[in-house]
C-alpha cells in the first residue's frame, strides 16, 4: 500500500462497550506506534511496537487500554469498556526504524455516547 | 518530564511573506525532531526530520534547524501561499527514540 491505513475511519459507541481499531503499516516498515489526539490534550503516545522485541506501553492511560501486532505487520488497539474520556481520534504511525521519519495514518474517530 | 512549546499559537500573514514558526523543548537528550502539518480533519503529514546529529534540513520552500543545547528548534517557510494553511506541529523523539512528544502546534493562515 501507499501509505498507513487505518479502519474504521469513524466509530461510534455506547459507554461501556468494547472498540477495535485497526492499523496496517506501510509494507517493510518494523516500527508501529500509536497515537491519540483529543482537544483537551493535544497528541499523546500511547504504544510502540519493534520487531519482536517487547512494546512500549508506557503511554496508555489505563488497562482497559491494550495492543497488539501480530506477524510484525497489521495492529489492533482495543479499548475495554469505554468511557466518555476515550472519545478522541487515534492515529496510527509506522516507520523503518526507530531514527527514521514517522508517517502517520488518517486515524480513527472515536465517539463514545 | 519532556515538555514541547510552540509559539506563537495561531499566526495570519498575507501571501509572499517570509515566516518562522518556533518550538522549544525541556530536555535536550532527544533522539531526533520533526515537524509535521495537518490540514483540518485529516491526519498527519511529515514535512522535515532532523536527527539529533543535525543542525538543519531544507525541502523547497521550508527549512527546520535545530539547536539541541538550547532546546530550540525554528520552521522557516519561505514566501508563503494560501496552502500552507494548516496547523503546524513540532515534534521531538525520547532518547530511546520510541515515542514523539508533541507541541500543541501553531495554526497558520495565510490570506491571498
Known amino acids: 500500500g501507499a501509505g498507513v491505513s487505518q479502519s474504521p475511519s469513524n466509530k461510534v459507541t455506547e459507554k461501556g462497550k468494547d472498540v477495535e481499531l485497526r492499523c496496517d503499516p506501510i509494507s517493510g516498515h518494523t516500527a508501529l506506534y500509536w497515537y491519540r489526539q483529543s482537544l483537551g490534550q493535544g497528541l499523546e503516545f500511547l504504544i510502540y511496537f519493534q520487531g519482536n522485541s517487547a512494546p512500549d506501553k508506557s503511554g496508555l492511560p489505563s488497562d482497559r487500554f491494550s495492543a497488539e501486532r501480530t506477524g510484525g505487520s497489521v495492529s489492533t488497539l482495543t479499548i475495554q469498556r469505554t468511557q466518555q474520556e476515550d472519545s478522541a481520534v487515534y492515529l496510527c504511525a509506522s516507520s523503518l526504524g526507530t531514527e527514521n521519519e514517522q508517517f502517520f495514518g488518517p486515524g480513527t474517530r472515536l465517539t463514545v455516547l | 518530564k519532556q515538555e514541547v512549546t510552540q509559539i506563537p499559537a495561531a499566526l495570519s500573514v498575507p501571501e509572499g511573506e517570509n515566516l518562522v514558526l518556533n518550538c522549544s523543548f525541556t530536555?535536550?537528550?532527544?533522539?531526533?525532531l520533526q515537524w509535521f502539518r495537518q490540514d483540518p480533519g485529516k491526519g498527519l503529514t511529515s514535512l522535515l526530520l532532523?536527527?539529533?546529529?543535525?543542525r538543519e534540513q531544507t525541502s523547497g520552500r521550508l527549512n527546520a534547524s535545530l539547536d539541541k543545547s538550547s532546546g530550540r528548534s525554528t520552521l522557516y517557510i519561505a514566501a508563503s501561499q494560501p496552502g500552507d494553511s494548516a496547523t503546524y506541529l513540532c515534534?521531538?523523539?525520547?532518547?530511546?527514540?520510541?515515542?514523539?512528544?508533541f507541541g500543541k502546534g501553531t495554526t497558520l493562515s495565510v490570506s491571498s
Open positions: 515534534a521531538v523523539s525520547n532518547q530511546a527514540g520510541t515515542a514523539l512528544i
Open positions: 530536555d535536550s537528550a532527544i533522539y531526533n
Open positions: 532532523i536527527q539529533s546529529s543535525q
